[in-house]
Every structure is written in C-alpha cells, then in structure tokens.
C-alpha cells in the first residue's frame, strides 16, 4: 500500500459508540472520511462534522485507502467484508473489534489470501478517551504496513503502540489487562461491601484505595522478573506469611455477610502451593498453579 496524500481517505465500518468516535478522530484529524453502518439512521452527527455516509460497503470501501473495522464480533467482520473482498485487495484493513487472537490470526490469513493488507487492534480506552493522549491501542501485522499506516492511526490519540507481526497478539493483550481490571474493580467492590458493613460510605474509602493500588502497582515490576526467571525467593513475604491475613479477610467476610469465595479460592491457592514445598516462596509461586489448572 502507499499511502497518495497527506491526509489519507479513511473509511469507518461500524458506527456503534466506539466506531463513531473513531469517525470522529479521522474526521478531527483532517482526514477524508467515509463511513457507514449496517443498520440505517447512525452517524448523522458525523455527517454534520463532513463526513460521507455511503449506501452500500462496496461504496464505503471504494472510498477509503484505509478501511477500519469496529463491529460487534470477528463473525460480523468476516460478514462484512467477504462480499467486498476484490475491492479491499491494495488497501489496508485496520481491524479494531474485540475477539481472541485465535480469531485475529485466522482473519489476517484471510486477508493475505486475498491480497489485502491487514492490522489487527484491540483499544483499551473508552470512546469518549479516543483522540485524546491517554488512548492506548495496540496493533500486531506486519512491519511495513504499520509503519506506513501509523500517521493515520496516530489520529486516534496517544500513539499507536506495535507489539510486532503476529495478529493475535493485541487481542491477548487485550484479554489480559481486562483480567487486570476485573480483578481490580471486583477487589474494590468486595472491600467496599466490608467497611459498608459499619455504614463507612465507599467515597470516604476510596482515596484509601488508590493510594494502596499504587503500592500494589509498585510490586509488579519485581514479581515479572521473578515469573519470568522462574525463581519465586521471598523478597518481602512469604506465601506462609500470607496465609494468616488471608483467613482473617475470609473471616471477616463471612461474619459480616460478605461473599468469601474469591480470597478462599485465593487461600486455597496458597494452601496448595504450601503442600507442594513452597512455604517459604513469595506470591510469585502461585503463577505456577494457574498455568497448571
């Protein structure tokens, strides 16, 4: 692909919430760009802004020199764009719906097959972030293509970030920092219910709460050198050491009509860990015991 222009024409399938805000980038960049939806009546504000709507795909398509896709799922994408696969050959498709890399890798052999040129995406922002410095979206394909599409992407804000050729990657970044925030929004969740239990409103918990997640945050770095090593010495705690504050929290929870199935899943990991021989490891140990089961 070479892009012919300064600002590249951009088309944008898909206008839910997510791709009408990446409309709405391109658009704020300077970018010619057409858009359309499967279902009639969205994107009028877009249009306001100057975007084109197109009728049809096959119309959409022929407009852009860089196709972004953001629809419901991988089976929607491949929908969309299978009736339209002779006019993508020569453009690049920027894939930003959510999936499994499986999935990814298996639309990027799809897309070699037919001359097209493919990027796959995952965003971790919400659209109202998109365009801002603080978007982050990360992107896998191959070298060339991102390098030569990345001035369009950029639009999207904070940089386009490059984890290399395989397709699949993004996506299981993906999956794996929404772990991180799961598991983070349902700690919080469960601590709040806990001081609820003596009317403590979770607004005056909550400052007590980001300070400690920036501790916690201070002890990834340590324990990624530690897993990646695959050497789990104590350097602060060990998983015996754990244990106790653990029965504590399960006990709390329960005498205060609390749910105790996530630390006694958390406690039964460590007991496990215990039996095996690894009283005297740190919390990395238990990165073993997860890729076992």
Not at 9 to 17: C, F, I
Not at 164 to 172: E, K, R, V, Y
Request: glycine share 12%; proline share 4%; aromatic share 6%.
């Amino acid at each position: 692909m070479h892009m012919n222009s300064e600002r590249p024409a951009v088309t944008v399938l898909g206008l839910g919430m997510m791709g009408a805000a990446l409309a709405g980038a391109f658009l704020a960049g300077g970018h010619p760009t057409t858009v359309w939806n499967r279902s009639a009546g969205r994107g009028d504000d877009l249009v306001a802004q100057g975007a084109v709507r197109a009728a049809a795909v096959g119309d959409a398509v022929a407009a852009g020199q860089v196709v972004v896709v953001c629809v419901r799922d991988y089976d929607a994408v491949r929908e969309v764009l299978e009736p339209v696969r002779a006019a993508l050959a020569g453009r690049v498709v920027v894939n930003l719906t959510s999936g499994t890399s499986q999935e990814a890798r298996d639309l990027a052999g799809w897309a070699a097959g037919h001359g097209i040129g493919y990027l796959d995406g995952a965003i971790m922002m919400t659209p109202q972030g998109i365009g801002t410095s603080e978007a982050v979206i990360l992107y896998g394909g191959e070298q060339e293509l991102f390098d030569e599409s990345r001035p369009v992407l950029e639009r999207l804000g904070g940089g386009a970030t490059y984890l290399g050729p395989d397709t699949g990657i993004p996506a299981l970044y993906d999956v794996a920092l929404l772990d991180i925030m799961w598991s983070t929004l349902n700690g919080f969740l469960h601590a709040a219910a806990l001081v609820g239990t003596e009317k403590i409103p979770a607004t005056a918990f909550v400052p007590f709460a980001t300070g400690w997640l920036g501790g916690v945050a201070s002890f990834l770095p340590p324990m990624a050198e530690q897993i990646d090593a695959g050497e789990y010495a104590a350097h602060d705690a060990t998983l015996e050491t754990h244990l106790s504050p653990l029965g504590h929290l399960i006990h709390e929870s329960r005498i205060r009509g609390v749910d105790a199935d996530a630390p006694g899943r958390t406690r039964a990991m460590v007991e496990r860990a215990i039996d095996d021989g690894h009283a005297a490891d740190g919390y990395a140990r238990l990165i073993e015991q997860m890729r076992e089961r």
